[in-house]
């Protein structure tokens, strides 16, 4: 038994491998629970009335994609498909931020349901971090220019949306390192309630707003996206992806259970520790 | 059906030569192109995108619209390449010394609402009476977390000296690792997910199943 210990640790890549290759060509259809938290995001949005104006910020880099990826585009679909709500899209953290909603979030989504400059306007990314985040929460008219590189003062949106005040709603698809900042930056003074999205390692970070009353709704990781995907009616990457999730989930609980039950029943018996 | 986009196929092969690390189980040539590769195209693409947001919108575009006074930001920020020239280094301290005391300030603000006042309100708000019993049971639980947490971080009530403190923050200790197990585990998931994105990029965009 102790021969575990000495196991080749590609031999668990290889397994982990397999885990993850085979329900993506032939999907099992595990069974999905709705979190409350994810709920609260999704009803959220839902809510938004015709002329609701809201501010969203993706500040998700390259290599996190495949997590926060679906949760971007999920979100974004649910916004474009809502009649009549406005908003801007703006990101801090770093270039490839906004890279990442242009070719890979706008190309999902429906863009002739809103009118750009009237419904939604893309600033692009915002270099200053959080000397940016507090210049922009006090007057949208700070980057004078979108990413598109039309003056601001030429869209029609950037009369009804001056500032946080005029906020209805604020949300942020987030990595775990900017989300307290973004969060005091731009919500927070301002009191604009608030939905976030994050990597699973960041959701231990966001629960302490959502328990000081900061932050309503959040999107843990990869199965949060996939229950929001659920209830929006539209499956994408994430729901197509929670299989093989779960079955590497499963084996890596019980490869910790043997591994450490190998391990005392090892040192007890006088072996290799 | 395997995809014909030449975008695809390059995305495909650095994605292989980045994953060829786990089969020979340490850095390869392999490894070390997909590496320089993104970390080069990253870096030139933020150098081109910082001088096309700050320095043209919010500097030059300001100053040829009669904003003169945005000249004087623009000098501050060549200062800081005051450091590669010697002798000149003491001409970025300005620049430095504005950049952390702009920080500080605007993080000192908002910080004391969002990370204490709010924080110390929501760690105060135990419900016992007049709730479901789950709520009673985590508000106790949260109490007694709160209290043996910040007793751990009283280094200065020395287990000899106050009887009975050892146990608090033993408890307090406790709650920490759940704490850090949470994230670990959390972190883990993550890391497994970032695999599972690039494994259907390579089944669902390249091979085209």
Redo the contacts between chains.
């Keep these: 038994m102790s021969a575990l210990l000495r196991i080749d640790r590609r031999i668990v890549w290889l397994i982990i491998l397999i885990l993850i290759f085979y329900p993506l060509i032939y999907p099992l259809g595990l069974p999905i629970h709705i979190e409350d938290l994810t709920r609260k995001y999704y009803q959220a949005i839902e809510d938004l009335q015709p002329g609701s104006l809201v501010v969203t910020t993706i500040d998700i880099e390259a290599g996190l994609w495949g997590e926060q990826g679906p949760q971007a585009i999920a979100t974004y679909k649910h916004l474009f498909d809502k009649e009549g709500v406005k908003f801007i899209q703006v990101s801090f953290y770093r270039a490839d931020c906004a890279v990442l909603f242009e070719t890979m979030v706008l190309s999902e989504v429906d863009r002739t349901k809103k009118e750009y400059g009237v419904e939604w306007i893309n600033m692009g990314y915002l270099e200053g971090k959080e000397t940016a985040m507090s210049a922009f929460a006090a007057n949208f008219m700070y980057p004078t220019k979108d990413a598109y590189g039309t003056p601001l003062e030429q869209l029609p949106l950037m009369k009804e949306m001056k500032s946080m005040e005029d906020v209805d709603l604020f949300i942020t698809v987030q990595g775990s390192g900017y989300i307290d900042t973004c969060l005091r930056q731009l919500p927070i003074p301002y009191d604009i309630p608030t939905v976030g999205a994050t990597m699973s390692m960041g959701v231990p970070d966001l629960l302490t707003y959502v328990e000081a009353g900061m932050v309503y709704g959040i999107l843990g990781g990869l199965s949060g996206a996939a229950q929001y995907e659920y209830l929006t009616g539209k499956p994408g990457l994430a729901l197509r992806g929670l299989d093989s999730l779960s079955l590497v989930h499963i084996f890596l609980i019980a490869l910790v259970i043997v591994i450490n039950i190998v391990y005392i029943s090892t040192r007890s018996s006088g072996g290799r520790e | 059906m395997i995809s014909t986009d030449i975008g695809v196929w390059i995305g495909a092969i650095l994605t292989i030569f980045i994953y060829s690390y786990?089969?020979t189980?340490r850095q390869n040539i392999a490894f070390r192109i997909a590496q320089t590769t993104v970390v080069g195209c990253?870096l030139g693409?933020?150098i081109a995108?910082?001088m096309a947001?700050?320095v043209d919108?919010?500097a030059i575009?300001?100053i040829a619209q009669g904003n003169i006074i945005y000249i004087i930001p623009l000098i501050i920020g060549l200062m800081m390449y005051g450091r590669l020239v010697p002798g000149y280094t003491y001409l970025a301290r300005t620049p430095i010394a504005l950049i952390v005391a702009?920080?500080l300030g605007?993080?000192a603000r908002?910080?004391f609402?969002?990370?204490v006042y709010?924080?110390i309100?929501?760690s105060s708000n135990w419900l016992i009476v007049g709730v479901n019993p789950v709520t009673a049971f985590n508000s106790i639980i949260s109490l007694i977390a709160v209290i043996t947490v910040i007793a751990y971080f009283f280094f200065t009530l020395r287990p000899e000296k106050v009887p009975g403190i050892k146990a608090i923050q033993d408890t307090g200790r406790l709650f920490l690792m759940v704490?850090f197990g949470?994230?670990f585990g959390?972190?883990?998931?993550?890391r497994?997910?970032?695999?599972?994105?690039?494994?259907?990029f390579l089944?669902?965009d390249w091979l085209g199943?």
């Design positions: 786990f089969i189980n990253a693409y933020i995108i910082v947001k700050n919108y919010l575009g300001k702009v920080g605007l993080g908002a910080v609402e969002s990370d709010m924080q309100l929501a704490y949470a994230k959390a972190t883990i998931m993550t497994l997910t970032l695999f599972l994105g690039r494994a259907q089944v669902y199943f």
